[in-house]
């Protein structure tokens, strides 16, 4: 198993799945193209190196490493040629080594190279804009390291996510980390301490790294852990120079900075992972105090937009999995879970009915999960039986199954994704439910159509009743007198 981005590489060209590109490109508009026509390659696309971007000489730039199911499969040690639904089942079955063993290192691969002053992030990385219409140069695919700020040194509750960053000048970043994020949480709490929060944005890590820093895990869970628990393979860290944080050693470049208290600034707008721009907001701002790197590093991008990309590909079964074991701790009929379409906006349940209008009631569980909250709006049910993965399999049972308003639920005004063009007015949404599973049959008829009637005597009973506790009233209080 690969535990860095480099012998991962080297993993993807023996495998033939990595391409060399020397042509001179310019950086606006051709690396673009470049990424997206990679993206358009489909399930067996390879990861690209480009060695020759105007005004970047001697820097290099990779794009589409997590690109294709063939990259993925490679990247859990499995054959390329294993299909998707059998991905899912074997990280499922890995699931369970959680924790994973972890180990620090003197030395770090990603320090060889130390900047203190005078470095320009415009000049220092080969930058590009994702999409036409984009604000900026981002970062598409960085790790970022935080951690609680009310529990210093706790691995558990020290995140490494992948949100997008914007670079606005040599040594500052804006972030967005939106309020169901981990890092907002420790972005709230710094704040109302009035500190700074030590972040570490990490680029060119252990493509499984990249996989779980994806993953809508449990705040309490690690990353890193998860990580190695999946990998089989112990993962090496090191602090960052202050301290605070863990950094992967084997990164190829590590900015090292904080979040600056109470400041916003204006980022944005970028081509998402729904197809379409968010507009510009105002958002967090990152000070870089100090940036780290390999002797001949590698920056690290992803294309993101239109669908299907490399950000489909990378969020797609670390969505799928959590929710999976989620709604089975409760629901065994559950078979799979297929929730790889923009993050989980839409999501296929393939389960087994325990009596009738049962799937309805898978689909509330997933609907209430963590990432359903505010990701999942559309939720299809099929049967058990019905490969989830396959499009074609879904379709029939949709043709088939569905019987009109019996089986499609619209629930109004529910949490929605923000970014969601569909989210009006953002942040909020619904939920559909399209049941496409084989109806149970009704229950057989156990109870008698006709009314239970008044007894006759009740109300004998009654008075004799009342007098009788009359009497033991009277024989209390002449007791107590």
Same mark, same amino acid.
């Given at each position: 198993?690969?535990?860095?981005?480099?012998?991962?590489?080297?993993?993807?060209?023996?495998?033939?799945?990595?391409? /060399?590109?020397?042509?001179?490109?310019?950086?606006?508009?051709?690396?673009?193209?470049?990424?997206?026509?990679?993206?358009?390659?489909?399930?067996?696309?390879?990861?690209?190196?480009?060695?020759?971007?105007?005004?970047?000489?001697?820097?290099?730039?990779?794009?589409?490493?997590?690109?294709?199911?063939?990259?993925?499969?490679?990247?859990?040690?499995?054959?390329?040629?294993?299909?998707?639904?059998?991905?899912?089942?074997?990280?499922?079955?890995?699931?369970?080594?959680?924790?994973?063993?972890?180990?620090?290192?003197?030395?770090?691969?990603?320090?060889?190279?130390?900047?203190?002053?005078?470095? %320009?992030?415009?000049?220092?990385?080969?930058?590009?804009?994702? %999409?036409?219409?984009?604000?900026?140069?981002?970062?598409?695919?960085?790790?970022?390291?935080?951690?609680?700020?009310?529990?210093?040194?706790?691995?558990?509750?020290? %995140?490494?996510?992948?949100?997008?960053?914007?670079?606005?000048?040599?040594?500052?970043?804006?972030?967005?980390?939106?309020?169901? /994020?981990?890092?907002?949480?420790?972005?709230?709490?710094?704040?109302?301490?009035?500190?700074?929060?030590?972040?570490?944005?990490?680029?060119?890590?252990? !493509?499984?790294?990249?996989?779980?820093?994806?993953?809508?895990?449990?705040?309490?869970?690690?990353?890193?852990?998860?990580?190695?628990?999946?990998?089989?393979?112990?993962?090496?860290?090191?602090?960052?120079?202050?301290? *605070?944080? *863990?950094?992967?050693?084997?990164?190829?470049?590590?900015?090292?900075?904080?979040?600056?208290?109470?400041?916003?600034?204006?980022?944005?707008?970028?081509?998402?992972?729904?197809?379409?721009?968010?507009?510009?907001?105002?958002?967090?701002?990152?000070?870089?105090?100090?940036?780290? /790197?390999?002797?001949?590093?590698?920056?690290? *991008?992803?294309?993101?937009?239109?669908?299907?990309?490399?950000?489909?590909?990378?969020?797609?079964?670390?969505?799928?999995? !959590?929710?999976?074991?989620?709604?089975?701790?409760?629901?065994?009929?559950?078979?799979?879970?297929?929730?790889?379409?923009?993050?989980?906006?839409?999501?296929?349940?393939?389960?087994?009915?325990?009596?009738?209008?049962? &799937?309805?009631?898978?689909?509330?569980?997933? &609907?209430?999960?963590? /990432?359903?909250?505010? %990701?999942?709006? *559309?939720?299809?049910?099929?049967?058990?039986?019905?490969?989830?993965?396959?499009?074609?399999?879904?379709?029939?049972?949709?043709?088939?199954?569905?019987?009109?308003?019996?089986?499609?639920?619209?629930? !109004?005004?529910?949490?929605?994704?923000?970014?969601?063009?569909?989210?009006?007015?953002?942040?909020?949404?619904?939920?559909?439910?399209?049941?496409?599973?084989?109806?149970?049959?009704?229950?057989?008829?156990?109870?008698?159509?006709?009314?239970?009637?008044?007894?006759?005597?009740?109300?004998?009973?009654?008075?004799?009743?009342?007098?009788?506790?009359?009497?033991?009233?009277?024989?209390?209080?002449?007791?107590?007198?």
């Amino acid at each position: 198993m690969s535990r860095d981005l480099r012998s991962f590489l080297d993993l993807l060209e023996r495998e033939g799945q990595l391409v /060399h590109c020397y042509d001179e490109l310019s950086p606006e508009p051709e690396v673009r193209a470049l990424m997206r026509g990679a993206a358009d390659m489909g399930p067996t696309s390879p990861a690209v190196m480009l060695h020759n971007i105007r005004g970047y000489r001697g820097k290099r730039l990779v794009v589409n490493v997590h690109g294709s199911w063939a990259n993925h499969a490679l990247m859990l040690g499995l054959p390329k040629t294993t299909g998707l639904k059998e991905q899912f089942y074997e990280i499922d079955r890995r699931w369970d080594a959680y924790p994973g063993e972890l180990t620090w290192v003197d030395g770090p691969a990603c320090r060889q190279v130390v900047l203190e002053r005078g470095f %320009n992030l415009l000049e220092l990385l080969p930058l590009c804009k994702i %999409n036409e219409h984009d604000g900026g140069f981002y970062l598409s695919k960085a790790s970022v390291v935080s951690n609680d700020p009310d529990r210093p040194g706790d691995l558990d509750t020290e %995140n490494v996510g992948i949100y997008r960053l914007q670079v606005l000048s040599g040594d500052t970043l804006a972030m967005q980390g939106l309020p169901f /994020h981990d890092v907002a949480v420790h972005i709230r709490k710094a704040e109302i301490q009035g500190q700074p929060l030590p972040v570490a944005v990490c680029l060119g890590v252990d !493509p499984m790294l990249s996989l779980m820093a994806s993953t809508p895990l449990r705040y309490d869970q690690s990353e890193y852990k998860y990580s190695a628990a999946l990998s089989s393979t112990p993962l090496e860290l090191c602090k960052t120079f202050d301290g *605070n944080l *863990n950094v992967p050693a084997g990164a190829e470049f590590v900015l090292e900075g904080e979040v600056v208290p109470g400041v916003r600034v204006p980022e944005g707008p970028f081509g998402e992972f729904t197809g379409g721009y968010s507009g510009a907001r105002r958002q967090v701002m990152i000070r870089v105090k100090r940036v780290t /790197h390999r002797t001949d590093p590698i920056l690290e *991008n992803l294309y993101i937009g239109r669908s299907w990309n490399e950000c489909d590909t990378l969020l797609g079964l670390p969505t799928c999995i !959590p929710i999976y074991r989620q709604i089975k701790e409760t629901m065994p009929e559950v078979r799979a879970v297929n929730a790889l379409y923009q993050h989980g906006l839409t999501a296929i349940i393939a389960t087994g009915s325990r009596f009738g209008g049962y &799937a309805k009631s898978v689909a509330f569980r997933a &609907a209430s999960t963590p /990432h359903g909250i505010a %990701n999942i709006k *559309n939720i299809i049910l099929v049967d058990g039986d019905v490969d989830p993965f396959d499009l074609n399999q879904v379709m029939w049972a949709m043709s088939t199954r569905i019987r009109g308003p019996q089986d499609v639920i619209v629930i !109004p005004s529910t949490p929605g994704h923000p970014l969601d063009p569909g989210s009006v007015p953002a942040g909020m949404s619904c939920k559909v439910i399209i049941d496409c599973t084989t109806p149970e049959p009704p229950e057989p008829t156990m109870r008698d159509v006709r009314t239970v009637g008044a007894i006759e005597g009740a109300a004998h009973f009654q008075g004799l009743l009342s007098d009788l506790q009359s009497d033991l009233q009277h024989k209390n209080d002449g007791v107590g007198a």
